[in-house]
């Protein structure tokens, strides 16, 4: 196999994944970095990293980037908001990072962020990207596309959260960029962790090489309680005055689909990304039902707290998914497979026909794939060498949340070709604090939300 063939596979399973850094670590793949080129001329080795989203993930990228064993610095950090920044450069230069990190000890030490390294606002990003080898990309989802965009166009590494976008024309973007990324070696790793935890690596890998047959159906949940909610009184409070309209949704993004695309895909990506890696494949179509029914009321923008989804691959296998946001209900977030010979009913354990335990990997001793997700990307970043081609997958394992989201929202049958053709666009056509978000607020401060069989998603 050629090498561009090699690179181009690399993120479409962990065994062609694996096969890949076997082959890097041979050798036949290794590409200087102008990292590593720089660290040959000059003898400076410093990592230097930018973080974009300065919340809680963020902040846990980047004490996770800063706990690493390379020698890296955070040199500069953007956030559309003061406070928010303010909050995650109190918790790196703090004493104790434990609760971020589980691990013990600070990193003050590799914080080095002046003043004039601090960015505020919807641009900020520009600003901060220039200073760093690598930026951490933790923004809500929204504003994926149009970052990713402008690290690669800067030749940055990059890590960035899922999802990548929220609509079909993020994705489109995310995907020509993930193709110049490639063309630039520049190594990507996207915050699905479940591709750096040890019972997924392994359990995948098994189930690929065919150890329970052929897969036939799997079932993905990721039901719970929800998350939090930003109101808008507690804000305009602090703010001392009414907030706009942005400023209110740019705060309480979960609820607004421009930002975050439905629980759907904010959190259900996870196990519709693992069925997918299992089947190595994409679905074809897409149809289900969902609906808000317990968590209604002003606070929870348009985003629905319930949806159920039959995905169908090419070879007529199905992906049964569910996900739900009720408070007080069943919590399951988990992945099953059945296959021909057998069937996995949870990670890390496989089981023949007859019940017989075929393998099982308890997943106690693994590392916290959050960190993992860094160690490697920072080696890699080190050694001068393109391990990481996550961003493709990204933006299809987004696209499959969205496909999703399309068939619940419309009660109809959604064809992938036709859901990632679609040029209907979520996003505002301006970002300034006063400009106007595509969703507003009725006279009773009620968001429309989608009504299945009436709501158009193409
Ligand atoms: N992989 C995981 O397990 C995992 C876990 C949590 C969150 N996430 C992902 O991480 C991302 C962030 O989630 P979070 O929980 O940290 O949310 P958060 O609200 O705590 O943080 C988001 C931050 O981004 C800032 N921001 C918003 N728009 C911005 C812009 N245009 N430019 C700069 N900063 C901007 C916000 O002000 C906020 O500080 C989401 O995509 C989420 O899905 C992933």
């Known amino acids: 196999m050629s090498k561009s063939k090699h690179i181009k596979k690399a993120n479409s399973s962990r065994r062609e994944f694996v096969k890949t850094s076997a082959m890097a670590a041979g050798g036949m793949l290794l590409v200087p970095s102008l990292l590593a080129a720089k660290a040959h001329v000059d003898g400076d080795d410093t990592i230097k990293v930018a973080l974009i989203g300065c919340?809680?993930?963020?902040?846990?990228?980047?004490?996770?980037?800063?706990?690493?064993?390379?020698?890296?610095?955070?040199?500069?950090?953007?956030?559309?908001?003061?406070?928010?920044?303010?909050?995650?450069?109190?918790?790196?230069?703090?004493?104790?990072?434990?609760?971020?990190?589980?691990?013990?000890?600070?990193v003050k030490g590799r914080v080095q962020v002046?003043?004039?390294?601090?960015?505020?606002?919807?641009?900020?990003?520009?600003?901060?990207?220039?200073?760093?080898?690598?930026?951490?990309?933790?923004?809500?989802?929204?504003?994926?596309?149009?970052?990713?965009?402008?690290?690669?166009?800067?030749?940055?590494h990059i890590f960035t959260e899922k999802p990548v976008a929220t609509d079909a024309p993020g994705v489109r973007r995310v995907l020509e960029a993930a193709e110049v990324a490639k063309q630039k070696k520049l190594n990507v790793v996207v915050g699905l962790q479940r591709h750096y935890q040890t019972v997924y690596r392994r359990w995948v890998d098994m189930m690929q090489a065919g150890a329970i047959g052929e897969i036939i159906a799997s079932q993905v949940y990721w039901n719970n309680d929800g998350v939090w909610v930003r109101g808008r009184e507690e804000y305009s409070k602090k703010a001392g005055r009414p907030l706009t309209e942005m400023e209110y949704q740019m705060r309480n993004w979960y609820y607004f689909n421009w930002l975050c695309g439905d629980h759907i895909t904010e959190q259900h990506i996870h196990?519709?990304?693992?069925?997918?890696?299992?089947?190595?494949?994409?679905?074809?179509?897409?149809h289900g039902m969902g609906g808000r029914q317990v968590r209604v009321g002003k606070d929870y923008g348009e985003i629905f707290d319930h949806h159920t989804v039959e995905f169908e691959y090419e070879d007529g296998s199905r992906m049964f998914s569910q996900c739900r946001h009720q408070p007080g209900t069943m919590s399951r977030v988990t992945e099953v497979f059945q296959g021909t010979n057998g069937s996995a009913p949870q990670p890390g354990i496989l089981l023949s026909r007859s019940g017989h335990e075929l393998f099982k990997h308890d997943g106690k001793n693994d590392l916290n794939p959050y960190q993992v997700e860094h160690d490697e990307l920072f080696e890699a970043i080190a050694k001068g060498e393109y391990r990481y081609a996550d961003a493709e997958n990204g933006a299809k394992a987004t696209m499959t949340s969205i496909l999703g989201r399309m068939a619940t929202y419309s009660g109809q049958v959604v064809e992938w070709k036709d859901a990632i053709a679609s040029n209907l666009s979520l996003m505002p056509q301006k970002f300034d604090w006063n400009a106007q978000p595509p969703v507003l607020p009725g006279a009773d401060g009620m968001y429309a939300c989608a009504v299945p069989g009436v709501t158009k998603v193409l």
Do not use: C
């Not at 519709?272 to 190595?280: A, I, M, Q, T, Y």
């Open 114 to 156: 002046p003043e004039e390294h601090k960015f505020v606002g919807f641009d900020a990003y520009k600003k901060a990207i220039p200073l760093a080898d690598v930026v951490i990309l933790t923004t809500p989802p929204g504003f994926r596309p149009i970052h990713f965009e402008e690290a690669v166009r800067q030749n940055k």
């Open 55 to 106: 919340g809680g993930r963020g902040t846990g990228a980047a004490v996770q980037a800063l706990s690493t064993k390379q020698n890296v610095r955070l040199v500069a950090m953007a956030d559309a908001f003061r406070d928010r920044l303010d909050e995650s450069y109190n918790v790196l230069t703090s004493d104790d990072i434990s609760d971020w990190s589980g691990m013990e000890g600070s």
């Open 271 to 286: 196990n519709l990304d693992v069925g997918n890696w299992v089947k190595n494949a994409y679905p074809v179509r897409a």
